[in-house]
Structure formats: C-alpha cells, structure tokens
C-alpha cells in the first residue's frame, strides 16, 4: 500500500514513494550529485550565473545552426527559465545566423475558460517567448511564423505531428517543486489510479494534452510569477508530452535553484542517476530517456538539511 500525500491526498507525488529513496536523496553533497552522471545522464556545474544562461542559451542556437532546407530543426523550450532568452536574440543577430529552415516548440500554455490564455494575458508563456526573444530577431534572420510552434487548443494533434515532420534536437526544461518537466505534473489519485500511480510504460505514451495542475504546481507558479497570489494562476495547462519527449534526440533540464528547491534538485538526480523511475516523481522517468543532462548552477544547490530560522 503506498502512503499518502504529505500535501493533497487526492493526489500522486513524491510525498508517496519509499522513505529509503528520499532519505538517499537529501543526504547528497555537492561531490555526490556530480558523481551520479552516468552512460546516457550527464550532470553538469556552472560556476556564475552569467556562464549557466549563457549555456542554455547556446543550445538553441546550436540546434538551430543545424537546420537545412531537407533537414529542419528546432529546439523544444520552456518559461521558466526565462533569463537566457534574450541572450537568444542577441547571439543570433550579433551572429548573423539565419533561421529560415529552424524551428522552435514552446513546451506548453495556460487553460482557461475553455482555451489557450491569449498574449493579452500577462501570463502568457506565448507572450514571454515573443518579447523576450523572437520579437528582438532582426526580421531578416527570424524564422517564418509556421516554423514556430504554439499551443493552443485547437491544434494539439497538429502541434504533436510536427515531431515528426522536423528533428527536435533538444529539449529544454526547468524543473518544478512537483518534480515535472513542462507541464507534466502526477496524476490524480482516483479510478485506475487509486491504490497506485500509472506505471512508467502507461506515463510515457502520453502525449500533448490539457492537464489539471497538481496543488504545488499552482502554488509554484504563483510565487514565481504572481507575487504570492494563488487565484491568480490557471488551475490547467496545455503541455507537450513523454511521447514528444521521447522523439527528442536530448533532454536537457537547468537548474538555477530558482524554481524546485534543494531536496527536489538532488531527489530527481538520484532517481535519475539509479533508474528509479515512477510517475509520482514524473522527472524520474527521463531515467529510461537515452541522452539526459541536468546543468546546476553550482551556488544553486543549497542544503537538504533541517534548518531553523
């Protein structure tokens, strides 16, 4: 019988699992985490903020240097981190590089109301992509708006089919307190799923979906996007799934220490690392992904240990 969640018993998340995988977890130290790469998982430390987004921001444009007019290629990138995005467009215009055959996926959108959130909304992930990077392109270099790929409601199957039709070389993500990549939060705790979470084999065939957002998943982005106001932010997002994650040649996730905290940093390390998959951590399952790389900034990792203030 797997326990309950320490924080919405409806609910799958990392709360449920064994107490012998969370106490390996919190128990690691800087040399620990580094020594847990392996064949297929690379970890990696930056020593200055300045060089981690500048690293991040570099993969797009080496995937988009690949990109030819019989080989189109992109990267899959998210909000959150936002911070190497306009190091995008000032790499590509400084460089000169034309992106007329590139591609780019944002990983997924706010649900309200029946659809996508529009740019008009503040917390359109569509919104910051565009003013943060795309809209700073010289017109000359952008690529053209097809190969920009949005999600909204209405185009799901078109938005999944298109991994099939361009290379995604990379791609990216934070992490968030919840442990998912984009918007691939666990599960709720009901009908199949009552007694045990979906198997690692049933998660990953999940494709581009409307999601309902776990609890921490809203209070996260709350503090991080909404000053601390929880009935700001959607309660259901638009994300890209395992399967389109799987058609990724790499995944590549960044830890800056801003968005999960230091027990969960080290928590999917570990999982990760040892193969420990399961759908209550959904990060864990990128363990059975065959190109991984988890990038810290080093000064981000912080302590696991009981502290009082």
Known sequence: MRNKSSIAQNWWDYTTLDKKILNAAKNLDEKDIIALSRTGFTVKFYETLESFYLAEALEYIWCWKQA??????????????????????????????????????AMDEWYMHGKEVPTANPLSFKKANMELCFNKIKRELMMPEDNLHFLKADNIKEYSNSFNEVKCLIMQGGQGEVKHWAFNDPTKREGNYLYNPPTPEEYRKLSVRLVDLHPLTIIQNARTSSGGNISNIPLQALTVG???????????????????????????????????????????????????QFNFYRYGIGLADVEMH
């Open 68 to 105: 030819t007019k019989s080989n189109p290629t992109g990267i899959c990138g998210p909000i959150g981190p936002t911070e190497h995005l306009p190091l995008v467009a000032q790499l590509v215009n400084e460089l000169e590089i034309d992106l007329k055959y590139a591609h780019f996926w």
């Open 242 to 292: 395992p399967l389109e994650t799987w058609k990724s040649k790499k995944v590549s996730i960044w830890h800056a220490g801003n968005h999960d905290n230091p027990f969960g940093l080290r928590l999917t390390t570990y999982m990760i690392s040892k193969k420990i998959t399961d759908s209550s951590v959904p990060m864990s399952l990128l363990g059975d992904h065959p190109d991984v």
